[in-house]
């Protein structure tokens, strides 16, 4: 299986705290996504950083990708109570000899609570 | 608004019947998944379509099909359901080969297989 990992399984801090999760893959990547559950429903797309970038910001987030340790993380900073939420990263791999197309591989996701 | 749409929201059917399940999407995507999602695994893919009539088998592809006859619809096949296949099902597409874009997700569908 090329399935990464998310570390930890399971985070619960107080709002106002920072938060922090990793990621590690196992192939060689076009980009890493990430993405939050909301519990029992579909995934949302949070952000996206390409294989040639080391740091991507957007709001609240902040992600970093280093390709030469597989591994990536998200920093959500002053979190709030509806940030409690399932985050999953995901990797795309781009188009291959056995797979015409951008596939996305999920890790097994961080649950993260924020305590009010 | 971008929509994926999955035709149930919960599903109880009987061991060993033939179960469909519907995706469609408003998008004009060329990609579509099929991922299951069970606690502690995470999203494992299933089946993947980069065009009509195209299909690829992802990491558990035993025990299901897919179709995809039309662009925008995109069905996985439960040819005999066991209760091993009680599980959440996520469809999701994205733009096609080649580029950098996010998966839209449908809100998924919960199947319990007695």
């Known amino acids: 299986s090329q399935q990464g990992e998310e570390d930890p399984q399971a985070l619960s801090i107080q709002e106002g705290e920072n938060a922090t999760m990793n990621c590690s893959y196992k192939?060689?990547?076009?980009?890493l996504q990430w993405y939050r559950q909301n519990s029992g429903r579909g995934l949302v797309h949070l952000i996206l950083?390409?294989?040639?970038?080391r740091e991507k910001h957007s709001g609240r987030l902040r992600v970093t990708l280093d390709t030469s340790k597989k591994s990536s993380s998200l920093l959500i900073t002053a979190s709030r109570a509806a940030d409690t939420a399932s985050y999953f990263c995901?990797?795309?791999?781009?188009?291959?000899?056995?797979?015409?197309?951008?596939?996305?591989?999920f890790g097994t996701g961080t649950l993260l609570a924020v305590q009010p | 608004d971008v929509k994926v749409t999955q035709s149930s929201r919960y599903l109880v059917k009987r061991t060993g019947e033939k179960v469909f399940l519907e995706c469609v999407q408003d998008?004009?995507?060329?990609?579509m998944f099929w991922y299951r999602q069970d606690p502690g695994l995470g999203l494992r893919l299933i089946y993947f379509?980069?065009?009509?009539?195209?299909?690829e088998k992802g990491d558990i592809p035993e025990g299901y099909s897919v179709s995809r006859e039309k662009k925008e619809r995109f069905s996985l096949i439960l040819e005999s359901a066991s209760t091993n296949q009680t599980s959440m099902y996520l469809c999701?597409?994205?733009?096609?080969?080649?580029?950098?874009?996010?998966?839209?997700f449908g809100q998924g569908t919960r199947l319990t297989v007695v």
């Open positions: 999701a597409s994205s733009l096609g080969e080649g580029r950098n874009t996010e998966a839209f």
């Open positions: 192939t060689s990547i076009n980009n």
């Open positions: 995901a990797t795309d791999a781009g188009p291959s000899i056995s797979s015409a197309t951008n596939k996305l591989i």
């Open positions: 379509s980069y065009d009509v009539k195209m299909k």
């Open positions: 950083i390409r294989s040639n970038e």
């Open positions: 998008m004009d995507h060329e990609n």
